[in-house]
């Protein structure tokens, strides 16, 4: 976990030195920054070394990295936005009241949101490769798996496909969903198909390669299982 914490860190380091030099090559073109002297390449420097502290204390600050990015959903992307945001407002603050470290309004919102756009891509693209990888595995795999139907094509339902269909260690394979609600019945969740909840499921149910069901409904207690 640590080794996987470092990486982050020095990914996400690289990112932000790739934005920030091409966030200053830009506005140094349109003399908006002026580099004239060494000087100013040290004041560059701790500009950098500025943000950096601000960006990744915030979102150390919102436990980002303690979020495991392979299951990541809605709410971890959006601490990113949060955090890199609430960094980008002090940084802005920060330089007016300091001027060796003012890059103006139009530098620190290009450096901020180009920077918050490349981390949250190259996250989703580990999400993409995670589950192309795991699904070639699973291929080599899936004969030894056992085909399932999932009743309840909620959240948590959706969640236990996701796992099951991305970890090739686990014995089971999703083959569909069953639920009552007649909005998602005909619907695909996580690529699979969602059926009725009605008298024909069960002859539904023996026409499809399916040798178990997983009930997922977390409100129904065990006589309604």
Not at 67 to 81: L, T
Not at 96 to 123: D, H, M, Q
Not at 142 to 164: C, D, F, P, T
Request: aromatic share 12%; proline share 3%.
């Amino acid at each position: 976990m640590k080794t996987r914490k470092i990486i982050l860190y020095a990914a996400d380091i690289f990112i932000l030195a790739v934005v920030f030099a091409v966030t200053v090559l830009f506005f140094g073109a349109s003399n908006t920054i002026e580099i004239a002297g060494r000087g100013d390449y040290v004041r560059l420097l701790v500009m950098f070394l500025f943000f950096a502290v601000l960006i990744f204390g915030m979102r150390t600050l919102f436990q980002v990295y303690g979020d495991i990015w392979r299951y990541a959903r809605g709410m971890v992307y959006f601490k990113v936005v949060l955090a890199d945001f609430l960094a980008g407002l002090i940084a802005l603050i920060g330089g007016r009241l300091y001027k060796p470290l003012e890059l103006g309004f139009g530098g620190t919102l290009c450096i901020v949101a180009l920077n918050c756009l490349a981390v949250l891509t190259s996250r989703f693209l580990y999400q993409i490769w995670y589950g192309w990888h795991n699904g070639r595995e699973e291929g080599a795999n899936r004969s030894h798996k056992i085909n399932i139907a999932i009743v309840g094509a909620g959240n948590v339902g959706a969640i236990l496909a996701e796992e099951l269909t991305r970890n090739p260690q686990t014995h089971y394979m999703p083959i569909c969903f069953i639920d009552t609600d007649n909005e998602k019945a005909g619907k695909k969740l996580n690529g699979l198909p969602v059926y009725k909840e009605s008298e024909a499921i069960i002859e539904q149910i023996k026409r499809l390669p399916i040798q178990e069901i997983v009930i997922a409904l977390p409100d129904i207690n065990s006589a309604e299982r």
